[in-house]
């Protein structure tokens, strides 16, 4: 879908400037409710990453990153659902509009992190989408999680939904590079492209595997793997 066709996508869902303008305004609040969803997010990672940096001798965390999701994007994703732009239909039908991504060194250490951040009270787990497990196709591996979270204004509560995708140093490796690739939304990759994509994929996948089998052999390394199971 080009830029044309989402603009007049998003001009169809207004009758008049009045309604235009309402729902501009509706626009920035929402962004504003996904905003501090993420950081209601990103602050108890970086809680738990200053935990272990002062009172462990390794961190499981190694980056945290966050995004919202663009207006183009999300204009996007309801065409594709062939939803009309709209507060309510970006609240009911999309839960990756605010995104947190967090860095692990080791597979045991996204597990171990997932099961920290899901076992806080005010978290409420929603979804899991095991990509490490059982990677997508091309090869992509991650663990996703949609997590709703309370963001308190002034005078009310807001339930918000933060995808949050947890990793490895080397499967987020693969998937900034792929992403590189893909870049062009509207190319299709040659075939041998995305095979040898995948062989990239499988390659790393069995560094990850080694390189934490290594790691178990250190006197310093706590093995998560028991948490494993969400």
Known sequence: ??????????????????????????????????????????????ILQEEFNTTHQRNPIEAIHSRIKDPMSIIEKLGRKHLSVSYKNIVENLSDVAGVRVVCPFISDVYHVAKMITTQNDINLIQVKDYIKEPKPNGYRSLHLIVNVDVYLSEQKHIIPVEIQIRTIAMDFWASLEHQLHYKKDFKMPDNVDSELKNCADIIAETDSRMQNLAKNLPNFKDYSEDSNL
Do not use: C
Request: glycine content about 2%.
């Open 1 to 46: 879908m080009n830029n044309e066709v989402i603009i007049r996508k998003a001009q169809e869902a207004f009758t008049d400037p009045q309604t235009m303008y309402k729902s501009i305004l509706e626009f920035q609040q929402l962004l504003m409710l996904y905003d501090a969803g993420i950081k209601q997010i990103t602050t108890k990672f970086d």
